[in-house]
């Protein structure tokens, strides 16, 4: 069994709720990032995706510098660093979503698991793939 410490990255930058939105955009683009996650007193307070930025932000006509804080998603999903790829894929099945970002035991951030990581060998690029089907399915 695959553990997630075995597949996520672990060169996870933080953005910081004061941040602004046009800050944190220029280091998703820089990074590649489609998510960030907003850690604030050394906690995970939020995430911050591509989507909160257009969805929150853009179409409400907000400027470039509304703080992070005001347009994250606050309900973090989120998985042990010793869970199996299994219970991501199907973590990030149930709440259709694409990154999930992993902890330790002591609830710190130690990496994130996108879609793409899990898939490692033939079966697993079927689950991802079933898994994406799932997260795709209108709600």
């Known amino acids: 069994m695959q553990k997630l410490k075995d597949v996520m990255s672990q060169s996870v930058k933080i953005l910081n709720p004061e941040t602004s939105i046009k800050d944190a955009?220029?280091?998703m683009r820089d990074g590649d990032?489609?998510?960030m996650?907003?850690?604030?007193?050394?906690?995970?307070v939020g995430t911050l995706s591509d989507r909160d930025i257009v969805i929150r932000a853009v179409a409400e006509g907000m400027d470039a510098n509304t703080k992070v804080r005001d347009v994250m998603?606050?309900?973090?999903?989120?998985?042990y660093e010793d869970d199996s790829v299994e219970t991501a894929s199907q973590i990030m099945s149930d709440n259709q979503i694409r990154r999930l970002p992993i902890i330790n035991a002591d609830k710190r951030l130690v990496g994130i698991v996108a879609?793409?990581?899990?898939?490692?060998d033939a079966a697993?690029?079927?689950s991802a793939g079933e898994t994406l089907s799932d997260i795709s399915k209108p709600g």
């Open 25 to 27: 955009a220029r280091q």
């Open 33 to 35: 990032f489609g998510l």
């Open 37 to 44: 996650p907003v850690g604030e007193n050394d906690r995970l």
């Open 73 to 79: 998603s606050t309900h973090v999903i989120w998985a």
């Open 115 to 120: 879609l793409g990581d899990l898939a490692t």
């Open 124 to 126: 697993d690029i079927r």
